[in-house]
Structures are given as structure tokens and as C-alpha cells.
């Protein structure tokens, strides 16, 4: 599996009905609820991580910039991970660890933070692979939390942080 980043800016039609498709697999809203979702969510610069094999999408995810006040220092931007999916029909082959590996070679080469927010029952996936829980006593959020979990990367100062996530959701 080939691994590309590519800007959403540079997203063409293409691609983004075959990242509304795999993303549709995965949370049934409709084609085109996935498009209005991007289209709200995603900025410019923000990236789509794609796996693709025989020149098809077959893993997904995006990587957006965001914001957060850690402990008493300014604002910093962290990368939040979202929609990490897999095609229904290639579940079970480990797709999804070598896509969170690229997530996890990206932001360690480009020495950036990352943070991502799942469901309880996600967690044992995303701690395979080298993310950890935050504490949710240390973190704040300008929108709705509870009944998610926030990960970083094990090995990420901002395991050891009071965090205040800004602005939406990713």
C-alpha cells in the first residue's frame, strides 16, 4: 500500500467521492452528508492521508490543524487525527495500524503534536498503536467531550499537560 498526503485544497472531485465513499462505509450519513461534513470541517491546508492499492482508496484519514492552550503557555497548534477508516472489505488485513504508522512518521518527522478523539471502545485499537489516553481532568474543550476519549502520542509532552482544546471539534 502506497501512502499519499494531499493538501484539500488539491483535492480533486475525484478523489474527494472516493474519500466521501470510504468515509460513508464506515459512518452510513450519505455521500453527499460526508461531502457537506468536509466541506465545513476541513480547511485549505489541512490534509487528507490517503492508503491506496490498485489505484483505489482503501484507507483514510484527515489531519487538521488546530489550537490549544497548554498549562500557562501561549497558544500552540497541535494536528488533530480524524476519520481514520478502513474499506468495510479490507478489514482484518492491519490496514489501519500502517495507516496510523504514516500518521505517526509524519507528525514525529515534521515534530509536531498530535491529538485525536474516539469512542471508549477504539482505544485499545489507537494504543497499539503508540497513542495514549489523556487525562480528562487536564483537559478542557471548547466543545463537547464526554463521551470521548482524547489520545496523543505515547511518547508526547502533552501527556503531562493541562490542555484547553480550541475552538471545533476534529
Known amino acids: 500500500m502506497e501512502f499519499i498526503s494531499?493538501?484539500?485544497?488539491?483535492?480533486?472531485?475525484?478523489?474527494?467521492?472516493?474519500?466521501?465513499?470510504?468515509?460513508?462505509?464506515?459512518w452510513n450519513y450519505g455521500s453527499e452528508s460526508?461531502?457537506?461534513?468536509?466541506?465545513?470541517?476541513i480547511s485549505a491546508n489541512d490534509i487528507h492521508l490517503v492508503g491506496v492499492e490498485n489505484r483505489a482508496i482503501v484507507t483514510y484519514c484527515n489531519i487538521v490543524l488546530r489550537r490549544i492552550h497548554m498549562d500557562s503557555e501561549s497558544i500552540v497548534e497541535v494536528r488533530g487525527i480524524g476519520n481514520v477508516c478502513v474499506r468495510q472489505d479490507l478489514k482484518g488485513r492491519g490496514l489501519g495500524k500502517e495507516l496510523m504508522k504514516?500518521?505517526?512518521?509524519?507528525?514525529?518527522?515534521?515534530?509536531?503534536?498530535?491529538?485525536?478523539?474516539?469512542?471508549?471502545?477504539?482505544?485499545?485499537?489507537?494504543?497499539?498503536?503508540?497513542?495514549?489516553?489523556?487525562?480528562?481532568?487536564?483537559?478542557?474543550?471548547d466543545f463537547e467531550i464526554e463521551s470521548l476519549q482524547i489520545m496523543t502520542l505515547l511518547n508526547s509532552t502533552l501527556l503531562k499537560q493541562r490542555i484547553h482544546l480550541l475552538g471545533k471539534s476534529f
Not at 484539500?8 to 460513508?24: A, F, G, P, T, Y
Not at 518527522?109 to 482505544?123: A, P, Q
Open 34 to 41: 460526508q461531502r457537506k461534513w468536509i466541506e465545513n470541517n
Open 6 to 26: 494531499v493538501l484539500h485544497r488539491d483535492v480533486d472531485s475525484v478523489m474527494l467521492d472516493q474519500i466521501c465513499e470510504i468515509k460513508n462505509e464506515n
Open 102 to 141: 504514516s500518521v505517526n512518521s509524519f507528525l514525529i518527522r515534521e515534530d509536531l503534536y498530535g491529538l485525536l478523539l474516539c469512542k471508549r471502545n477504539l482505544i485499545g485499537f489507537y494504543k497499539n498503536c503508540d497513542w495514549a489516553v489523556l487525562d480528562k481532568s487536564n483537559v478542557q474543550a
